[in-house]
Antibody, heavy 120, light 107 residues
Framework: EVQLVESGGGLVQPGGSLRLSCAAS????????MNWVRQAPGKGLEWVSY????????YYADSVKGRFTISRDNAKKSLYLQMDSLRAEDTAVYYC?????????????WGQGTLVTVSS | DIQLTQSPTFLSASVGDRVTITCRAS??????LAWYQQKPGKAPNLLIY???TLQTGVPSRFSGSGSGTEFTLTISSLQPEDFATYYC?????????FGQGTNLEIK
């Protein structure tokens, strides 16, 4: 069974940093592209970042470019999101999501999400 | 960036109704569109990808159609568990934008 478990969320002050992790199990992690998607309280879904299976292609939403860094460790079956220079508008539940088969087939697997709150 | 506009934003319907949600893209995305269902406090659940392919395990009352810039999600006969928020997402090019969502409520 495919499982994705996020961790690392919490309360952080504006300008601070946080590192999210997503532990994967139940599939060959190194074969799949991964993504981070976030959802601000009461709002819709926002795609944040994409990383290819071997980390050779990475994309970011404009809203986080230059502040967030996605990475993965295929040996540890883990996905990461380093978040720096955090702003109040980054407050959201952050989900890691795996493509169903490839990028064109959507995100068939999601974690339960981890809440990041940016506030003084 | 490709913008996705869903309509309606809110939809009130009854059990047994047939409902249709529309997603319009600001430019052509071939058929690279997915639909998700999300219930409060839960992660989204993929319903359909490549505009019309039903994800494994999703009931056949859900169907998708369209290509280019206009797409629809249809639920043929609403069940109580279908009341949720629905999102479309384009997968043609990054950023892989989502629509703003359609909140489907019980009438």
């Amino acid at each position: 069974e495919v499982q994705l478990v996020e961790s690392g969320g919490g309360l952080v002050q504006p300008g601070g940093s946080l590192r999210l992790s997503c532990a994967a199990s139940g599939f060959s992690f190194s074969d799949y592209t991964m993504n981070w998607v976030r959802q601000a309280p009461g709002k819709g879904l926002e795609w944040v970042s994409y990383i290819s299976s071997r980390s050779n292609t990475i994309y970011y939403a404009d809203s986080v470019k230059g502040r967030f860094t996605i990475s993965r460790d295929n040996a540890k079956k883990s996905l990461y999101l380093q978040m720096d220079s955090l702003r109040a508008e980054d407050t959201a539940v952050y989900y890691c999501a795996r493509v169903t088969y490839d990028i064109l087939t959507g995100y068939g697997y999601w974690g339960q999400g981890t809440l990041v709150t940016v506030s003084s | 960036d490709i913008q996705l506009t869903q309509s309606p934003t809110f939809l009130s319907a009854s059990v047994g109704d047939r409902v249709t949600i529309t997603c319009r893209a600001s430019q052509g995305i071939t058929n690279y569109l997915a639909w998700y269902q999300q219930k409060p406090g839960k992660a989204p659940n993929l319903l359909i990808y490549t505009a019309s392919t039903l994800q494994t395990g999703v009931p056949s009352r859900f169907s998708g159609s369209g290509s280019g810039t206009e797409f629809t999600l249809t639920i043929s006969s609403l069940q109580p568990e279908d009341f949720a928020t629905y999102y479309c997402q384009q997968l043609k090019t990054y950023p892989y934008t989502f629509g703003q969502g359609t909140n489907l409520e019980i009438k």
